[in-house]
């Protein structure tokens, strides 16, 4: 009888005891999804095309160096409901977010240095390119060329998120405004 009263007695206090409550976690948000890459010049791909229709059946091509980035989150739905942001530093430890698409003019205007991306269930794809401003432009050589070691950091924002930015207003382009809205510390 002492065995089972006292069996009963531990049994209630290991029932009825809680640990210490743990630290308080970062406030997070499920809807957006965020990351950072830093390719070096050897890991941008070269051979790429980056495409622009600029007519019923015709095309404009711009062969590319490129980087694929996987996000597993890019799903068809996701494609045809969220939206997909990129930013990176044009000058690298700045802390300025410039957004993408990036255009800049070289020096002498006789060419564009081009920084876009395009996105594709499960991967967005970062593209550097050159495009001529003048006729006879010297453009250097795309496949050789160095590319500096650039941060992006890209967002992947489900639908319900991004209707939530619409109704606040906020101007998507803004690096600041996105992340001051969302008030993460996803970066």
Not at 67 to 80: G, L, R, W, Y
Not at 131 to 146: D, F, K, M, Y
């Amino acid at each position: 009888m002492r065995l089972l009263i006292l069996l009963m007695v531990v049994s209630l206090m290991v029932v009825g005891c809680e640990g210490p409550t743990g630290p308080a976690g970062e406030d997070g948000n499920a809807n957006v999804k965020t990351g950072t890459i830093s390719p070096t010049s050897a890991e941008w791909l070269w051979q790429g095309a980056y495409d622009f229709q600029t007519g019923t059946g015709t095309w404009t091509s711009y062969f590319t160096r490129y980087v694929n980035i996987p996000v597993a989150e890019i799903t068809p739905d996701f494609i045809s409901t969220g939206l997909v942001l990129v930013f990176f530093e044009a000058v690298p430890g700045s802390g300025e977010w410039a957004p993408l698409p990036f255009q800049f003019t070289s020096f002498g205007s006789q060419y564009n240095f081009n920084i876009v991306y395009e996105v594709e269930e499960g991967v967005i794809r970062l593209h550097y390119f050159y495009s001529i401003n003048t006729a006879g432009a010297t453009v250097p050589t795309l496949e050789t060329a160095v590319i500096p070691t650039y941060t992006f950091k890209y967002m992947v924002i489900e639908g319900t998120e991004l209707q939530a930015m619409a109704a606040s207003e906020i101007d998507i382009s803004d690096h600041d405004r996105i992340t001051e809205y969302l008030a993460s510390p996803l970066f």
